[in-house]
């Protein structure tokens, strides 16, 4: 199921993130911060456990969060995503998945994946701000799910119609968080609008 989140906040940097004229610094900082909002939003309903505390004054039953939470960057630009949801849930423990989009097939290349051993029971959120063609995503849920990975969440910052039907076709039950649905994808893969080539935008290369 596909949910755009459209919080005002996320869509003005949104905004700002698409702008060519934004640099390197200013893209990395909006990224976590959008991010974070959007960390926000898709952990709302995780469960939660009590948990007595006393405060200066009294007893009192407190709740804390009460999940595994295992959040998996998809290599390179995933990773520009990770500080915004470690700033929330610094808890979390964090697995890495290398894919890279052969330019001539779009075809995903694995060429790295480390999980945490919690990875079967856990609430597991993969990063990635694009979500062209599908291809990655779609190769980094099957991972995922390899190693018995069941309870998934995809979140992205920009997502073409072409990766949203691919994806949702490929992993039905995998719900898909993005700040934006944009127009389509040009001769080369790349998201139109969109805001370019993230893994550049943010490593600057
Ligand atoms: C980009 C992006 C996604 C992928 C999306 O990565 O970060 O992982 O493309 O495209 P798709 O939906 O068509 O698979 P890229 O392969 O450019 O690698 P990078 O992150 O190392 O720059
Ligand atoms: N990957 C990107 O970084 N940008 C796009 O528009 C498509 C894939």
Redesign the pocket.
Known sequence: MLHVLDHPLIQSKLTLMRDVQTDNETFRRLLEELTALMVYEITRQYPLRDRPIETPLESMMGRVLDASIVLVPILR?GTGMLGGVLHLVPMAKVGHIGLF?DPETLDPVEYYCKLPPETPEAHIILVD??L?TGGSAIEATRIIKREGGKDIQFLCL?AAPEGIETYAAAHPDVPIYTAALDRQLNEK???LP???????RIFGT
């Open positions: 630009a989009r701000p694009m062209a920009v893969g790349y998201i969109g805001l370019g080539d993230a893994g550049d």
